[in-house]
């Protein structure tokens, strides 16, 4: 599974962005396709997950409320809009995909990655 993310940017706080992730190859074996984010000096942290098949979202604590996951299967494409953004979005964003159910939350259960796209809230 290939994976393409675009639309990060530079962005007020209080705006809104949406990034997308384009993926191809082997999508059938996909059950969560992702966002993780890097800040900094930071660890990878989880941000919101969807399942492929179902459209499930599941969130990260500091972005539930503003963040929204979604999927368009057909186009084969995941979807995080992100509004009321603060300074501590700034970070670069990275999609990923997962091929079994569990454990959604944690790094290790994703295979695919994409390339990061930046994401920088100023004040």
């Known amino acids: 599974v290939q994976l393409q993310a675009s639309g990060g940017g530079l962005v007020q706080a209080g705006g809104s962005l949406r990034l997308s992730c384009a993926a191809s190859?082997?999508?059938?074996?996909?059950?969560?396709m992702g966002w993780f984010r890097q800040a900094p000096g930071k660890d990878r942290e989880f941000v919101a997950t969807?399942?492929?098949?179902?459209?499930?979202?599941y969130y990260g604590d500091s972005v539930k409320g503003r963040f929204t996951i979604s999927r368009d299967n057909v186009k084969n494409t995941v979807y995080l809009q992100m509004n009321s953004l603060k300074p501590e979005d700034t970070a670069v964003y990275y999609c990923?995909?997962?091929?079994?159910?569990?454990?959604?939350?944690?790094?290790?259960?994703?295979?695919?990655w994409g390339q990061g796209t930046q994401v920088t809230v100023s004040s």
């Open positions: 969807i399942t492929w098949s179902g459209g499930r979202g």
């Open positions: 990923a995909a997962a091929p079994n159910s569990g454990s959604y939350y944690y790094i290790r259960a994703y295979s695919y």
């Open positions: 190859g082997r999508t059938f074996s996909v059950y969560f």
